[in-house]
């Protein structure tokens, strides 16, 4: 944890605030389950016993248990990494919800708040956390921001939250589970392994659109990685909007994604390697299969060079109805001003879910949970994604992290639910991390992957959610 005990300070001290518990009730299953709600901030100090930083957090537990410290214990973030947790806790697993409809795209408003079926609340107690920048969390020091916005600073304070949160409310023999999303599961991979170092091992981790290794999807020059890994997830979409061939939209469509796995792990990244030695009937070959599998012209794959960029897919796949498809769930179709351009003019996913979310959860904040407050409550911030530090050089990666933690730990179990629909954390790319992170191969079988017919956030889609609900349970339960 960043510590600027030096630093000469003029602003007054702050000072802790007593956090704040309501009662509540939930009907799941034909049972009621009484819980209670705490929000708070949890304060990371200095050697000095000085306050330097506040995470805001919102945590749930069950009422009526014997003994709370023999139940599981969630700890729960979102990425981006300048997220707030207010994703995965308002879409999937808290006791209330965003109402989104069956297939999860943007309802009329006014936007509405509902029971969640499919809450983790029954699983074990859940605190969602913020993490410095997001939400309500801020150092006293506005200067001093910057110093949690990096990858080993954000395992520190994380990292301090969850040693607090523990000794504050008695939980330390709880089973403890970790679930993070996006960037999270970057940040889950690295925690499970800093913090098994000072005591502190997981019975799980939930990795929900996986990310540990950042070369599986940076499209920079020289890296030919993420043309092959994101290619399924182009078939997939271009399947889901009816853009293939028809013989192959006639076919199931996992088996069509793993005919084109196998491809791009073969042929494909042959003829990638090769580089400008590919001759032009083998450039020929690939410009037509790849134009098969993706739905796009083979004049547009071979103006880029037999290689895919994520946005150019997005625009080029409708372009001629003016549309773009969402990077976050490509499921989604946004209106473009123009069919022109290599990139969208926004993401559709992103502006879909962004206003019922922000306007559900704000009220629910302030009305059921009673936290008041003039603050902005920062859903995603740009200026924590701009400024962020990826230790590591240009591609980062937690998975040895994840790995170190399993060697360990060996009684560590790890869940993996990936969207066919996500090109923002495509799912054969993380299957190629797991499958290179050296992990020992009697700890193999504490993988377990699930698959889903959404995107990156396939909680929006309400059979998917109800998928990911059964899968964590039955993940939980052994």
Not at 133 to 150: E, I, L, M, V
Not at 180 to 201: C, M, V
Not at 357 to 384: H, P
Not at 398 to 412: D, H, I, Q, V, W
Request: proline share 5%; hydrophobic share 40%; net charge negative.
């Amino acid at each position: 944890m960043p510590d600027d005990s030096d630093k000469p300070k003029n602003e007054p001290e702050i000072k802790e605030e007593a956090p704040v518990i309501t009662a509540h009730q939930l009907q799941l299953d034909g049972a009621t389950l009484s819980y209670s709600a705490t929000t708070g901030k949890m304060p990371l100090k200095d050697a000095r016993d000085k306050i330097v930083a506040q995470i805001f957090y919102t945590a749930y537990m069950l009422e009526g248990a014997a003994d709370p410290a023999e139940r599981p214990l969630i700890f729960v973030f979102n990425g981006g990494p300048g997220s707030a947790s207010i994703w995965l806790h308002m879409g999937a697993l808290g006791p209330r919800r965003v109402d989104m409809g069956d297939e999860g795209f943007m309802p009329p408003p006014p936007y509405r708040l509902i029971d969640n079926a499919y809450t983790w609340l029954d699983l074990g107690d859940l605190v969602f956390i913020d993490p410095v920048g997001t939400g309500y969390s801020r150092a006293s020091d506005p200067d001093d921001n910057q110093k949690y916005w990096g990858l080993e600073a954000d395992l520190e304070a994380v990292g301090e939250f969850i040693r607090l949160y523990l000794s504050r409310n008695r939980r330390w023999t709880s089973p403890l589970y970790l679930a993070g999303e996006s960037y999270g599961t970057t940040r889950a991979a690295g925690l499970a392994g800093h913090l098994i170092d000072r005591g502190i091992a997981f019975n799980g981790v939930v990795l929900i659109s996986t990310i540990m290794n950042f070369q599986t999807a940076r499209f920079t020059k020289a890296n030919d990685l993420p043309y092959t890994l994101f290619l399924p997830s182009y078939c997939a979409t271009a399947h889901y909007h009816g853009k293939l061939a028809e013989e192959l939209q006639a076919r199931q469509l996992r088996e069509l994604l793993s005919e084109v796995a196998e491809w791009s792990e073969s042929d494909y990244t042959v003829a990638l390697a090769k580089g400008d030695r590919l001759s032009e009937d083998e450039r020929g070959a690939i410009a037509a299969q790849l134009a098969r599998y993706t739905g796009l012209s083979e004049r547009f794959v071979l103006g880029a060079d037999l290689r895919i960029n994520i946005m150019s897919f997005c625009k080029e796949l409708l372009r001629d109805d003016k549309r773009a498809v969402g990077r976050l769930d490509s499921r989604f179709v946004g209106i473009m001003a123009s069919a022109e351009g290599q990139t969208f003019d926004f993401d559709p996913t992103n502006h879909a879910i962004t206003p019922p979310y922000n306007a559900v959860f704000n009220q629910y904040l302030r009305e059921a949970l009673g936290y008041k407050t003039d603050l902005n409550y920062v859903i995603m911030s740009a200026e924590v994604n701009r400024n962020w530090k990826y230790q590591g050089g240009q591609f980062p990666d937690t998975s040895e992290g994840l790995r170190a933690a399993f060697a360990k730990n060996p009684f560590m179990r790890v869940l993996v639910a990936q969207g066919y629909y996500d090109l923002a954390t495509p799912f054969h790319a993380a299957y190629y991390s797991l499958s290179h992170m050296g992990l020992d191969a009697s700890l193999r079988d504490n993988v377990i992957i699930e698959e889903y017919q959404a995107g990156h956030m396939m909680y929006l889609h309400l059979a998917s959610l109800a998928k990911l609900k059964r899968d964590v349970a039955r993940f939980i339960s052994v």
